[in-house]
């Protein structure tokens, strides 16, 4: 079974960027799976951010963060990143990992980043 | 707000029956395999259904979901004081092409 652990929380201004490390271990090699990225704000719902699959490099992106969000991942330390740029206060949110099963299945997902701004 | 619809809450005794409902449309539910998610407060979701009525291993047999049309319900039976949580559903909308999730339903166990 994968674990997912993530970065430390950040506090950042408004304007500036940040990127929340995922690193996974266990559950088979890191580029079999599908990485995606959740937020939840304080008090509010699950929201879906997109995905990146290592194996190919190819990461999608909901619309609404299309241009303002970059997930990359690094095979070699096992390990995803999103970085998000042009913080508002609106980010402020946890900030999740999860692993992508088939049918977008988040069948584990990471302890959890902190952001605010 | 969110694109799939929960009560806020639902509450029961211990060793009882509560149904939690979720409610969306043909491009999420009506088209794609639901999954349903716990939440302590403070921690991260885990998964709890998938593929609308599939556990995984080390969820128990007292959980569990299903689909018709545009929406699914997870019962839980045998209620317990630890399974206070949120519980929320999730699936792929076809039409936004996003992971799309309910608001979450509080289980108070009284």
């Known amino acids: 079974q994968v674990q997912l652990v993530q970065s430390g929380s950040e506090v950042r201004k408004p304007g500036s960027s940040v990127k929340v490390a995922c690193k996974a271990s266990?559950?088979?090699?890191?580029?079999?799976?599908?990485l995606g990225w959740v937020r939840q704000a304080p008090g509010q719902v699950l929201e879906w951010m997109g995905r990146?699959?290592?194996?190919?490099?190819?990461?999608n992106y909901a619309q609404k963060f299309e241009g303002r969000v970059t997930f990359t991942a690094d095979k070699y330390r096992s390990t995803a990143y999103m970085e998000m740029t042009a913080l508002t206060s609106e980010d402020t949110a946890v900030y999740y990992c999860a692993k992508v099963d088939p049918f977008y299945t988040l069948a584990v997902w990471g302890q959890g980043t902190t952001v605010t701004v | 707000q969110s694109v799939l619809t929960q009560p806020p809450s639902v509450s029961a005794a211990p060793g009882q029956k509560v149904t939690i409902t979720c409610s969306g449309s043909n491009s999420n539910i009506g088209g794609n395999h639901l999954s349903w998610y716990r939440q302590v407060p403070g921690t991260a979701p885990t998964l709890l259904i998938f593929e609308n009525d599939k556990r995984p291993s080390g969820i128990p047999d007292r959980f569990s979901g299903s689909k018709s049309g545009t929406s699914a319900t997870l019962d839980i039976t045998g209620l317990q004081t630890g399974d206070e949580a949120t519980y929320s559903c999730g699936a792929w909308d076809s039409s936004l092409n996003v992971v799309v999730f309910g608001g979450g339903t509080t289980l108070t166990v009284l």
């Open positions: 266990g559950g088979g090699a890191f580029s079999s799976h599908t």
């Open positions: 990146v699959i290592p194996s190919v490099d190819v990461a």
